[in-house]
C-alpha cells in the first residue's frame, strides 16, 4: 500500500538537512525551530488523516499509474468526479488546518505538467511525459511530499525580460550538457518548500521566443546543493519564537501560512527529472492549466474552510456574550454563512462542468470561468468576513491582553475575573476564542487570501477573455428584436 505511517513522514522531515534562514538566523532543525516546524506538522496532519477511515474517503484514491491506493495530492485529476473529490479535500483540510496544506500546489503542478507533457511527446517527440510520469509513479510509491514553485521577484515590469539588470530575476537555465541542466534565480512567495521532499518548479508565465532559457521546469529534492530558503517573517513569527506554551497561540499546532523564498545558485538538475526546457510555445499553458485548477481548489475550497473556523469562533463569542438573540448580529453571521456557500458552490460547479485538457492526455481541468468566478467572489467575500468576525469579536480582537496573564499569579485573578464577562464560561476560553479571530482578522490570511493563486487582476483579466459576450448579445437583440449588424464583406457585395 503507497500509504505511509505519519511517523514515517517525521522521520524524514527529521534527516532533511535544507539550508534555511529565518529572522537572520540559520535553522538547523526544521522539525524543532517553533516556526518552521508548523509545516512539518501540517504535512503531518495528512498522513494523519489518510490513517483515519473517515479521513482516507477524502484523502486516498487509486493511482492510474499502479492501481494502488495513494494519497489524492499526490494524484491526477482523471475525470469530473476526481475534481469534485480533489475541491472536497481542499475544503477537509482547510477546515482541520486552518492554514495552507502545503501539498496542494505541487498536486496542481503535476496536473498542469502532466497535460501538456502529453501535448509536448505528442507534438515535438519529446520524452518528458514519461520522465513525469516515472517521476510520479516514484513519488506516489513513497507517498513522497512534493511541493510547487512558480512566483518569482522579476525585474521592472515596464521592460522586457532580455532588458532586466539581473537575469536572474526569473529562474533561467544557465548551462546545459549531457547529464542536464544547471539553473539560476529565485521563487518567492513559496510554501513549505524546505519541509517537502521535492519541489516541482514551473515557468512563472508565458515565454516568447528569444526566453528558451526561461521556459523550464524540473523537480528539485529538499537540501539539493545550491538551494536556500530565506523564510517569512512577522510579527506572529515573533509570537510564535517567543510563545512559553503553544496554547497561548491562535492556531497552536498549525499556525499562520509560513513561506520562503527560494535561492537556486548554480543547482544541477539530471535530465530524467526536467519537463520542460527551453519549449516557449508550452511555458504559458503549464502556467494557466496550473492556475485552472488551483483557483478552483485555493479559492473555492480552501478559503471556505478557513472560512468556516473563523465563522465558527465568531459564533462561540456571540454565545458566551449572551448575544444570541440580537437581531443584527445573527444577520451578520447569515452573510458570512451565505458568502462562503456561495463561494463554495462556484467551486463545486468549477468541478462538475470540468473537461478533458489536451485530448487524449486523460487529464481534467475544471470549467475555467467558474474556477476564477470563485477566486474572484473569495476575495473579496474573505474581507468582509473577516471585518464580520472582527466585529462581532468586538476591539478586544486587538486588544486582548497575552494569554500568559493566566499564569501570572499577579494578575490571573483580575483575568478571569473581567475577561470571564460574568459567564459560565472559563475567561481562558474566551481569551482562546477570541486570539483564533484575531489569527484571521489581524493576520496574514486577507493579503494572503487576495494573492495566493495570483491576484484579483489575474482573475479579472481571465473573466474577460473568456466571457462570451457575443452570446449575450445575440440573447439580448433577439429579446428587442434587434437584427444582427452586417459584416463587412456583406456591405460590400
Known sequence: MAVKRP???????????????????????????????????????????????????????????????????????????????????????????????YR?????????????????????????????????????????????????????RDQKMQEWKDPDL????????DKGIVVNGAKINISGAYASDWTIVMPSGARQPGQEAYSVSFAVPNGEPGLTYICQYNPFSAEREMAEEADDLGNPRFGQRE?????????????????????????????TRFAQVHRMVCGGSCKVGFGKVLVGAARLIQEYKGLEKVPHINDQMTEMVTLLETVRAC????????????????????????????????????WRIMALAGDIGGGLVVTMPSLKELRNPETREYIEKYYGFGSDTPASDILKATKLIQNWAAGLHGVGTWHGAGPVQAQKIMVQRLANYDEMKDLARQMAGIGRPKKADDAKA
Open 170 to 177: 526569473s529562474l533561467h537555465v544557465v548551462e546545459k550538457s
Open 347 to 382: 467551486s463545486k460547479a468549477a468541478a462538475i462542468e470540468g473537461t478533458e485538457i489536451a485530448p487524449g492526455s486523460g487529464v481534467y481541468f475544471p470549467d475555467d470561468m467558474l474556477g476564477n468566478v470563485a477566486k474572484l467572489n473569495v476575495c473579496n467575500a474573505f
Open 7 to 101: 511517523d514515517e513522514y517525521l522521520e524524514r522531515a527529521k534527516g532533511m538537512k535544507p539550508r534555511v534562514f529565518i529572522n537572520g538566523k540559520r535553522v538547523e532543525d526544521i522539525t524543532r525551530h517553533p516556526v518552521t516546524r508548523t509545516v512539518v506538522e501540517a504535512n503531518l496532519a495528512s498522513y494523519e488523516w489518510a490513517q483515519d477511515p473517515a479521513g482516507a474517503k477524502v484523502l486516498v484514491r487509486p493511482s492510474h499509474l499502479s492501481g494502488e491506493p495513494c494519497n489524492i495530492y499526490n494524484t491526477l485529476n482523471r475525470s469530473t468526479d476526481d475534481l469534485l473529490k480533489r475541491a472536497a479535500a481542499g475544503l477537509y483540510a482547510a477546515e482541520r488546518l486552518g492554514t495552507c496544506i
Open 104 to 156: 496542494c500546489v505541487g498536486c496542481d503542478a503535476f496536473n498542469a505538467l502532466a497535460a501538456t507533457t502529453y501535448e509536448l511527446d505528442r507534438d515535438l517527440k519529446t520524452s518528458y511525459h514519461g520522465r513525469l510520469m516515472d517521476f510520479l509513479r516514484h513519488v506516489q510509491d513513497e507517498d513522497l511530499t512534493v511541493a510547487g514553485a512558480m512566483t518569482e521577484p522579476r525585474g521592472r
Open 259 to 287: 513561506t520562503s523564498m527560494v535561492v537556486f545558485d548554480h543547482v544541477f538538475v539530471p535530465w530524467e527529472r526536467v519537463f520542460l526546457c527551453g519549449e516557449t510555445k508550452y511555458a504559458g499553458r503549464v502556467v
